[in-house]
Protein backbone atom coordinates (compact mmCIF):
# COMPACT_ATOMS: atom_id res chain seq x y z
CA UNK A 1 0.00 0.00 0.00
CA UNK A 2 1.13 3.32 -0.94
CA UNK A 3 1.32 6.63 0.69
CA UNK A 4 -1.73 7.76 -1.80
CA UNK A 5 -3.78 5.18 -0.40
CA UNK A 6 -2.84 5.45 3.05
CA UNK A 7 -3.60 9.30 2.85
CA UNK A 8 -7.15 8.34 1.17
CA UNK A 9 -8.24 6.64 3.84
CA UNK A 10 -6.90 8.91 6.33
CA UNK A 11 -8.68 11.86 4.43
CA UNK A 12 -12.42 9.53 4.07
CA UNK A 13 -12.80 9.01 7.88
CA UNK A 14 -12.26 12.27 8.65
CA UNK A 15 -14.67 13.85 5.71
CA UNK A 16 -16.87 10.89 7.24
CA UNK A 17 -17.13 12.05 10.80
CA UNK A 18 -17.01 15.84 9.20
CA UNK A 19 -20.18 14.93 7.59
CA UNK A 20 -22.01 13.27 10.54
CA UNK A 21 -21.63 15.88 13.03
CA UNK A 22 -22.68 18.43 10.49
CA UNK A 23 -25.61 17.07 10.03
CA UNK A 24 -27.03 16.59 13.49
CA UNK A 25 -30.08 17.75 14.43
CA UNK A 26 -30.52 21.45 15.19
CA UNK A 27 -33.35 21.22 18.21
CA UNK A 28 -31.86 19.55 21.34
CA UNK A 29 -34.30 17.10 22.20
CA UNK A 30 -34.74 13.04 22.51
CA UNK A 31 -37.42 13.11 19.75
CA UNK A 32 -34.85 15.29 17.06
CA UNK A 33 -31.71 12.90 18.28
CA UNK A 34 -33.14 9.40 18.09
CA UNK A 35 -35.89 9.77 15.13
CA UNK A 36 -34.99 13.00 13.71
CA UNK A 37 -39.15 13.92 14.27
CA UNK A 38 -39.66 11.50 11.41
CA UNK A 39 -39.16 13.30 8.72
CA UNK A 40 -36.78 12.03 6.72
CA UNK A 41 -39.43 12.42 3.62
CA UNK A 42 -39.37 13.05 -0.02
CA UNK A 43 -37.90 11.27 -2.92
CA UNK A 44 -34.21 12.51 -1.14
CA UNK A 45 -34.96 11.44 2.51
CA UNK A 46 -36.25 8.20 0.84
CA UNK A 47 -33.66 7.43 -0.55
CA UNK A 48 -31.33 7.96 2.27
CA UNK A 49 -33.05 6.24 4.74
CA UNK A 50 -33.26 2.70 2.76
CA UNK A 51 -29.60 3.44 1.89
CA UNK A 52 -29.04 3.73 5.75
CA UNK A 53 -30.98 0.64 6.38
CA UNK A 54 -28.73 -1.17 3.32
CA UNK A 55 -25.75 0.14 5.05
CA UNK A 56 -26.79 -1.26 8.43
CA UNK A 57 -26.35 -4.39 7.95
CA UNK A 58 -23.12 -4.49 6.00
CA UNK A 59 -19.61 -4.17 7.03
CA UNK A 60 -15.57 -5.26 6.45
CA UNK A 61 -16.97 -9.05 7.42
CA UNK A 62 -19.60 -9.10 5.04
CA UNK A 63 -17.64 -7.96 2.17
CA UNK A 64 -15.00 -10.86 3.11
CA UNK A 65 -17.92 -13.55 3.59
CA UNK A 66 -19.68 -12.53 0.60
CA UNK A 67 -16.46 -12.74 -1.79
CA UNK A 68 -14.72 -15.57 -0.40
CA UNK A 69 -17.54 -17.44 -0.82
CA UNK A 70 -18.16 -16.60 -4.15
CA UNK A 71 -14.60 -17.37 -4.83
CA UNK A 72 -15.05 -21.52 -2.88
CA UNK A 73 -18.58 -21.89 -3.77
CA UNK A 74 -19.51 -20.41 -6.60
CA UNK A 75 -23.20 -18.26 -6.61
CA UNK A 76 -25.02 -20.57 -4.42
CA UNK A 77 -24.82 -18.14 -1.41
CA UNK A 78 -26.86 -15.31 -3.29
CA UNK A 79 -29.72 -17.99 -3.18
CA UNK A 80 -30.78 -15.84 -0.07
CA UNK A 81 -31.77 -12.98 -1.87
CA UNK A 82 -34.57 -14.46 -3.01
CA UNK A 83 -36.20 -14.06 0.89
CA UNK A 84 -35.72 -9.93 0.02
CA UNK A 85 -39.01 -9.97 -1.83
CA UNK A 86 -40.77 -12.08 0.14
CA UNK A 87 -39.25 -9.55 3.52
CA UNK A 88 -40.47 -6.42 1.51
CA UNK A 89 -43.81 -8.28 1.18
CA UNK A 90 -44.41 -8.72 5.06
CA UNK A 91 -43.03 -4.83 5.88
CA UNK A 92 -44.79 -3.29 3.22
CA UNK A 93 -48.70 -5.01 4.31
CA UNK A 94 -47.65 -6.20 7.59
CA UNK A 95 -45.54 -4.94 9.85
CA UNK A 96 -44.72 -0.92 9.35
CA UNK A 97 -48.31 -0.34 9.08
CA UNK A 98 -48.72 -1.67 12.89
CA UNK A 99 -45.06 -0.37 13.88
CA UNK A 100 -45.48 2.73 12.71
CA UNK A 101 -49.26 3.39 14.29
CA UNK A 102 -48.09 4.95 17.46
CA UNK A 103 -46.26 7.65 17.96
CA UNK A 104 -43.09 5.50 19.38
CA UNK A 105 -39.58 6.96 19.89
CA UNK A 106 -37.65 3.93 20.92
CA UNK A 107 -38.85 0.20 19.65
CA UNK A 108 -38.53 -0.54 23.26
CA UNK A 109 -41.60 1.69 24.33
CA UNK A 110 -44.07 -1.15 22.43
CA UNK A 111 -42.30 -3.69 24.27
CA UNK A 112 -42.82 -1.86 28.01
CA UNK A 113 -46.03 -1.20 27.31
CA UNK A 114 -46.81 -4.73 25.85
CA UNK A 115 -45.23 -7.01 28.50
CA UNK A 116 -44.07 -4.34 30.88
CA UNK A 117 -40.69 -2.82 32.37
CA UNK A 118 -38.97 -6.05 33.32
CA UNK A 119 -39.17 -7.70 29.56
CA UNK A 120 -38.17 -4.53 27.98
CA UNK A 121 -34.47 -4.19 30.31
CA UNK A 122 -34.21 -7.58 29.40
CA UNK A 123 -34.83 -7.52 25.56
CA UNK A 124 -32.90 -4.55 25.59
CA UNK A 125 -29.82 -5.99 27.58
CA UNK A 126 -30.02 -9.00 25.69
CA UNK A 127 -29.61 -6.98 22.44
CA UNK A 128 -26.86 -4.94 23.75
CA UNK A 129 -24.66 -7.87 24.23
CA UNK A 130 -25.15 -9.26 21.19
CA UNK A 131 -24.64 -5.90 19.35
CA UNK A 132 -21.29 -5.57 21.56
CA UNK A 133 -20.33 -9.18 20.44
CA UNK A 134 -21.32 -8.08 16.61
CA UNK A 135 -19.28 -4.89 16.80
CA UNK A 136 -16.19 -6.65 18.22
CA UNK A 137 -16.11 -9.18 15.02
CA UNK A 138 -16.74 -6.21 12.80
CA UNK A 139 -13.90 -4.18 13.58
CA UNK A 140 -11.55 -7.13 14.63
CA UNK A 141 -11.67 -8.59 11.43
CA UNK A 142 -11.10 -5.47 8.94
CA UNK A 143 -8.37 -4.39 11.58
CA UNK A 144 -6.29 -7.38 10.19
CA UNK A 145 -7.15 -7.17 6.74
CA UNK A 146 -5.93 -3.98 7.15
CA UNK A 147 -2.66 -4.72 8.89
CA UNK A 148 -2.14 -7.22 5.99
CA UNK A 149 -2.46 -5.29 3.35
CA UNK A 150 -0.25 -2.29 4.54
CA UNK A 151 2.25 -4.98 6.02
CA UNK A 152 2.18 -3.64 9.49
CA UNK A 153 2.91 -5.74 12.77
CA UNK A 154 1.00 -6.76 15.87
CA UNK A 155 1.88 -3.55 17.43
CA UNK A 156 -0.48 -1.59 15.05
CA UNK A 157 -3.29 -3.67 16.24
CA UNK A 158 -4.53 -1.34 18.97
CA UNK A 159 -4.55 1.82 17.49
CA UNK A 160 -5.88 0.88 14.40
CA UNK A 161 -9.09 -0.61 16.28
CA UNK A 162 -9.20 2.36 18.06
CA UNK A 163 -9.32 4.69 14.98
CA UNK A 164 -12.27 2.84 13.64
CA UNK A 165 -13.89 2.46 16.78
CA UNK A 166 -13.53 5.94 17.63
CA UNK A 167 -14.15 7.61 14.77
CA UNK A 168 -17.66 6.15 14.05
CA UNK A 169 -18.44 6.69 17.97
CA UNK A 170 -17.50 9.96 17.22
CA UNK A 171 -20.31 10.91 14.81
CA UNK A 172 -22.46 8.18 16.29
CA UNK A 173 -22.94 10.06 19.28
CA UNK A 174 -22.86 14.13 18.25
CA UNK A 175 -24.93 13.81 14.77
CA UNK A 176 -27.70 11.30 16.04
CA UNK A 177 -29.76 9.22 14.31
CA UNK A 178 -29.52 12.01 11.51
CA UNK A 179 -25.87 11.90 11.31
CA UNK A 180 -25.82 8.26 11.47
CA UNK A 181 -28.20 8.02 8.39
CA UNK A 182 -26.64 10.52 6.23
CA UNK A 183 -23.16 8.89 6.66
CA UNK A 184 -24.36 5.34 6.07
CA UNK A 185 -26.06 6.54 3.33
CA UNK A 186 -22.67 7.82 1.80
CA UNK A 187 -20.54 4.91 3.31
CA UNK A 188 -23.16 2.40 0.93
CA UNK A 189 -22.35 4.49 -1.77
CA UNK A 190 -18.55 3.79 -1.75
CA UNK A 191 -19.14 0.40 -0.91
CA UNK A 192 -21.04 0.13 -4.51
CA UNK A 193 -19.27 2.26 -6.55
CA UNK A 194 -16.10 -0.02 -5.03
CA UNK A 195 -17.25 -2.96 -6.22
CA UNK A 196 -18.37 -2.36 -9.28
CA UNK A 197 -15.20 -0.94 -9.77
CA UNK A 198 -13.50 -3.80 -9.02
CA UNK A 199 -15.36 -6.27 -10.69
CA UNK A 200 -14.58 -4.16 -14.07
CA UNK A 201 -10.88 -3.68 -12.96
CA UNK A 202 -10.69 -7.52 -12.57
CA UNK A 203 -12.90 -7.91 -16.02
CA UNK A 204 -10.46 -6.01 -17.65
CA UNK A 205 -7.14 -7.61 -16.32
CA UNK A 206 -8.66 -11.23 -17.14
CA UNK A 207 -7.33 -12.37 -20.53
CA UNK A 208 -10.71 -14.22 -21.23
CA UNK A 209 -13.78 -13.83 -23.09
CA UNK A 210 -17.33 -13.63 -21.43
CA UNK A 211 -17.89 -17.15 -23.03
CA UNK A 212 -14.71 -18.49 -21.57
CA UNK A 213 -15.44 -17.06 -18.30
CA UNK A 214 -18.84 -18.69 -18.21
CA UNK A 215 -17.42 -22.13 -19.62
CA UNK A 216 -14.48 -22.39 -16.95
CA UNK A 217 -17.21 -21.62 -14.08
CA UNK A 218 -19.81 -23.73 -15.26
CA UNK A 219 -16.95 -26.48 -15.56
CA UNK A 220 -15.96 -25.67 -11.94
CA UNK A 221 -19.72 -26.06 -10.61
CA UNK A 222 -19.36 -22.33 -9.58
CA UNK A 223 -22.47 -21.36 -11.59
CA UNK A 224 -24.82 -24.25 -9.73
CA UNK A 225 -27.10 -22.60 -7.81
CA UNK A 226 -29.89 -25.27 -7.11
CA UNK A 227 -28.74 -27.66 -5.38
CA UNK A 228 -31.36 -29.72 -3.41
CA UNK A 229 -29.56 -31.66 -1.56
CA UNK A 230 -30.32 -32.56 2.14
CA UNK A 231 -26.60 -33.68 2.79
CA UNK A 232 -25.81 -31.54 6.06
CA UNK A 233 -21.81 -31.87 4.94
CA UNK A 234 -22.64 -29.79 1.65
CA UNK A 235 -21.71 -26.04 2.78
CA UNK A 236 -24.27 -24.60 0.46
CA UNK A 237 -27.78 -25.88 -0.95
CA UNK A 238 -30.47 -24.22 -1.82
CA UNK A 239 -32.41 -25.21 1.57
CA UNK A 240 -29.68 -24.06 3.93
CA UNK A 241 -28.85 -20.96 2.21
CA UNK A 242 -32.67 -19.58 1.63
CA UNK A 243 -33.79 -20.86 5.26
CA UNK A 244 -30.68 -19.52 7.43
CA UNK A 245 -30.90 -16.58 5.59
CA UNK A 246 -34.81 -16.31 5.61
CA UNK A 247 -34.83 -16.28 8.80
CA UNK A 248 -31.90 -14.04 9.22
CA UNK A 249 -33.03 -11.22 7.23
CA UNK A 250 -36.48 -11.21 8.60
CA UNK A 251 -35.42 -11.36 12.54
CA UNK A 252 -33.22 -8.31 11.28
CA UNK A 253 -35.58 -6.00 9.53
CA UNK A 254 -38.57 -6.69 11.91
CA UNK A 255 -36.59 -7.23 15.09
CA UNK A 256 -33.53 -5.48 15.10
CA UNK A 257 -33.36 -2.34 16.58
CA UNK A 258 -30.65 -0.66 14.22
CA UNK A 259 -33.20 -0.94 11.38
CA UNK A 260 -35.95 -0.48 14.28
CA UNK A 261 -34.45 3.01 14.83
CA UNK A 262 -34.80 3.83 11.18
CA UNK A 263 -38.16 3.13 10.48
CA UNK A 264 -39.12 5.66 13.21
CA UNK A 265 -37.45 8.34 10.94
CA UNK A 266 -39.68 7.96 7.79
CA UNK A 267 -42.51 10.41 7.82
CA UNK A 268 -45.04 7.82 6.44
CA UNK A 269 -45.20 3.68 6.83
CA UNK A 270 -45.54 4.48 2.67
CA UNK A 271 -42.53 6.45 3.09
CA UNK A 272 -41.02 3.84 5.46
CA UNK A 273 -41.94 0.87 2.83
CA UNK A 274 -40.63 2.72 -0.04
CA UNK A 275 -37.35 3.23 1.85
CA UNK A 276 -37.07 -0.30 2.51
CA UNK A 277 -37.64 -0.98 -1.23
CA UNK A 278 -34.57 1.35 -1.57
CA UNK A 279 -32.84 -1.11 0.31
CA UNK A 280 -33.74 -4.15 -1.40
CA UNK A 281 -32.43 -2.65 -4.49
CA UNK A 282 -29.27 -1.33 -2.93
CA UNK A 283 -29.07 -5.12 -1.19
CA UNK A 284 -29.12 -6.63 -4.70
CA UNK A 285 -26.56 -4.65 -6.25
CA UNK A 286 -23.95 -4.68 -3.62
CA UNK A 287 -24.64 -8.78 -3.33
CA UNK A 288 -24.69 -8.77 -7.24
CA UNK A 289 -21.34 -7.30 -7.10
CA UNK A 290 -19.31 -8.91 -4.63
CA UNK A 291 -20.37 -12.37 -5.82
CA UNK A 292 -19.18 -11.14 -9.73
CA UNK A 293 -15.59 -9.94 -7.61
CA UNK A 294 -15.14 -13.56 -6.06
CA UNK A 295 -16.29 -15.68 -9.19
CA UNK A 296 -14.08 -13.04 -11.13
CA UNK A 297 -10.77 -13.39 -8.93
CA UNK A 298 -11.20 -17.46 -9.37
Known amino acids: MRSIDIAVIVV ?14 RKESSD ?19 LSIAATFFSGVSLIVYISSA ?24 FLPRYLAGN ?3 PYEIIEQRFGNPVRLTLSAMFGLM ?3 WMGVVVYVPALVIMGTIGLDDNWFWP ?42 LWCKLDLSAAAMLRELGEAGHLEILNFSFDPTVTFTFWAVLCGMGVSNLGSYLCDQMALQRYLTASSPKDAAR ?11 VVGSLVCVGLLLW
Open 131 to 133: RVG
Open 71 to 94: YTGGIQIAIGMIVMPLAWVVLQYW
Open 12 to 25: YLTVVVAVGIACRG
Open 160 to 201: IVLLIGLSSTAYTVVGGIRGVIITDAIQFVVVALGMLLIGGF
Open 275 to 285: SFSINVIGVLV
Open 104 to 106: WRH
Open 32 to 50: EYFTAHGLFSGVFGTILVG
